[in-house]
């Protein structure tokens, strides 16, 4: 017996056996089963209840920097954010001009003699305007209350948008904090970096403009 179906009902096989849709497709009865099969194992992963459980813990946040006032407003609320928390907080800024970094040099040096602890025991020093700047700005963090550890990353890439969600994806960080400008339209809301990188992450997002 085949069964045919109004596309707007669910999709019921009665013996088992095919369906064919008013577009004149097929669907095995056995397909059928094994999509709602999915469907509820998808369902019950998924909870959304407010229980002890679900409320979030916080241990490292990630804020973007590209050097702008508006990246100064994002890491205060990370600032806020992290003692608030205890969690520890990451800078990260994404260089699309490498010629930016032509000032910037690496001095190293080891303090042993044995070549088979050498890596160990040796020290970087780098320093530039670029990394003086960013540690000058982690300076002003500190004083302006922050608790908990600091740091700062830097990335070359002409392309910030898939860096930032790479880096968000590749690392365990529990919030990205965004800055943006002003939205003022929904033709900039649909095409902004920011909703790029909603777009294309899994963590969740705090959005600063």
Known sequence: MINIMNIDQDLKPSDGKEIINPDGSVISGNVLSEKKSENQESQQTKNYSISKNNIPSFKKILVTDDGKDISNKAINYSVYLANSTGSELLILRILKDVEML?????????NTKDTETTDQ??????????????EEKIKKCQEAGCKNR??????????????IVTEIENNNYDLVVLAT?????????????????????????????
């Open 102 to 110: 032509q000032d910037v040099y690496i001095e190293g040096s080891s």
């Open 121 to 134: 025991k040796f020290k970087r020093s780098i320093k530039g305007e670029i990394i003086e700047s960013m």
């Open 150 to 163: 600091i740091s700062y990353k830097f990335l070359a890439s002409n392309n910030a948008v898939d860096e």
């Open 181 to 209: 400008s002003h939205i003022d339209s929904w033709f900039k809301s649909l095409f902004s970096d920011a909703r790029k990188i909603i777009n294309n992450i899994s963590k969740p997002v705090l959005v600063v403009q």
